[in-house]
């Protein structure tokens, strides 16, 4: 999912677990991504794409076996939650953090292509629905969607429901290509994709955590 409903997703976790810090939620729910961004600035992970990219579909996740293996993400999930709930004696902060990763790579096997690896160094078999790329329309509802349900079941005010829908809404050209936008500068580009999906995970995380 794009970087506003992976945000929206540490609603419906504080929602449970009301004594939480919401940064703590935050940083657990983009961990993931944001491990991602980083190992492909650092060329460890490539990302390609077709030489015209229309919508998000021409985009490929081609070579992201440690931040988006089913592997690393359960085993980050467990490793936080010992760290964190033995290690520091935080149990609810452990449990939550441990849930908020998992929340990250369930979401993108929903709407990925086939780009998610068991492990690291297990080239085959690879998971994810494809909604993306064949269902880009249904994929832009199940992304507001999504949002606006995370939003009614934390019960947030109205400018937390405005700042869902103005960043889904702002990924329109992401889904329909007859709708122009800064997709067609991301040809051949993986490092400016980084720092997009980057700048929307930074910016994304502090409104949700400024109005929730």
Known sequence: MFAINHAAT????KKEFINVPI??????????????????FLGVERTTTEKEVKYVGDVHLSFMPFSHSIATM???ALL?????GKGLNLPEVGIAVGIGIISHLILDLITHSKDIVIAPFIRSPKFGLGLYAKYPIVAFMLEIGY???????????????TVIVIFNLANVSMF??????????MANRPRLIAAVILT??????????IFC
């Open 10 to 13: 540490s609603l419906i976790i």
């Open 23 to 40: 940064i703590w939620l935050l940083i657990s729910v983009q961990f993931m991504e944001i491990l991602w961004v980083i190992l492909n």
């Open 74 to 76: 359960v085993g980050l």
């Open 80 to 84: 936080a939650w010992f760290a964190i």
């Open 147 to 161: 949002g606006i349900v995370c939003w009614w079941i934390y019960k947030g005010g109205w400018a937390l429901l």
């Open 176 to 185: 329909f290509s007859a709708v122009t936008g800064i997709e067609k500068y």
């Open 200 to 209: 929307q995970i930074l910016v994304t995380l502090t409104l949700v955590g």
